[in-house]
C-alpha cells in the first residue's frame, strides 16, 4: 500500500513560469514533510521541509504547502530555472516513531526554454 | 570526506551470487540508513543504524540481506544469492543527528546492482 503518491510522474514547465509539484499521503501520523531533489546518477538532495504545525515554508523561490485536513502537500517554484530540471520525491515522517522517510514515487520536472 | 562515498557504484551479480555493498559516511555521523530504489520508484527504507547498533531493520525485504556497521562508521550492506527482483539502486545516507531527522540526511551517489 502506497503511503506517499505522488500522482504526476513528470511535468513540462515553461522557463520563468511556476512549477507546481504535488504529493498525497495517508497515514495521519506522518508530522514532518520533506521535498529532495534528484539528478541523474546522483543521490537526492534535500530541498525544502515543513513540519506539521505549519502550513507554509518559504525558501528562496521555493515553498512548500501543507494542507494537513487533505493530506496534500505541494511544491512551488517560482520562476523556474532550467536547472531545476530533476526529479522530485516528496518525502514524510512520523517523528515521534520512527526515523525512517517514507518516499513518494517521484515527478519528473523538465524546465523548458 | 566531504560526502557520503558508496562503493562500487555499479556492481552486475550473476543470480545466485553474493555481494556487499560499502558505505562511506561523513565523519562523525552518527546516524546511517540504507535505501533501496527500484526503477520508476521512490526509495524505500532498509535498515537503520545509531553508531554500530541496528535500530530497526524492519525494511529488509529477506533473511538474505544484511547489514553491519561494527565500529560506528563504514557500513556494509550484504546481498546473499541474489535474485533479478533485487536488481535496484542501493542508497546511503548518514546525518548528525541522533535520529537522523530534518534536513541532516546526506545521501551517498548509490550502488547500482544489476542481477543478471
Known amino acids: 500500500d502506497q503511503q506517499v503518491k505522488q500522482n504526476s510522474p513528470s511535468l513540462s514547465v515553461q522557463e520563468g513560469r511556476i512549477s507546481i509539484l504535488n504529493c498525497d499521503y495517508t497515514?495521519?501520523?506522518?508530522?514532518?514533510f520533506l521535498w529532495y531533489k534528484k539528478y541523474p546518477a546522483e543521490g537526492p538532495t534535500f530541498l525544502i521541509s515543513?513540519?506539521?504545525?505549519?502550513d507554509k515554508n518559504e525558501d528562496g523561490r521555493f515553498t512548500v504547502f501543507l494542507n494537513k485536513s487533505a493530506k496534500h502537500l505541494s511544491l512551488h517554484i517560482v520562476p523556474s530555472q532550467p536547472g531545476d530540471s530533476a526529479v522530485y520525491f516528496c518525502?514524510?515522517?512520523?517523528?515521534?516513531?520512527?526515523?525512517?522517510?517514507?518516499f513518494g514515487t517521484g515527478t519528473r520536472l523538465q524546465v523548458t526554454l | 570526506g566531504a560526502g557520503v562515498s558508496q562503493s562500487p557504484r555499479y556492481k552486475v551479480a550473476k543470480r545466485g551470487q553474493d555481494v556487499a555493498l560499502r558505505c562511506d559516511p561523513i565523519?562523525?555521523?552518527?546516524?546511517l540508513f540504507w535505501y533501496q530504489q527500484a526503477l520508476g520508484q521512490g526509495p524505500e527504507f532498509l535498515t537503520y543504524?545509531?553508531?554500530?547498533?541496528?535500530?530497526?531493520k524492519s525494511g529488509l525485504p529477506s533473511d538474505r540481506f544484511f547489514a553491519e556497521r561494527p565500529e560506528g562508521s563504514v557500513s556494509t550492506l550484504k546481498i546473499q544469492r541474489t535474485q533479478q527482483e533485487d536488481s535496484a539502486v542501493y542508497l546511503c545516507?548518514?546525518?548528525?543527528?541522533?535520529?537522523?531527522?530534518?534536513?541532516?540526511?546526506?545521501f551517498g551517489s548509490g550502488t547500482r546492482l544489476t542481477v543478471v
Open positions: 545516507a548518514s546525518s548528525s543527528r541522533d535520529r537522523g531527522l530534518f534536513s541532516g540526511y546526506t
Open positions: 497515514n495521519s501520523m506522518f508530522d514532518y
Open positions: 515543513i513540519s506539521s504545525i505549519k
Open positions: 518525502a514524510t515522517l512520523n517523528t515521534g516513531t520512527a526515523s525512517k522517510l517514507t
Open positions: 565523519s562523525g555521523h552518527v546516524s
Open positions: 543504524f545509531q553508531n554500530e547498533a541496528q535500530l530497526d
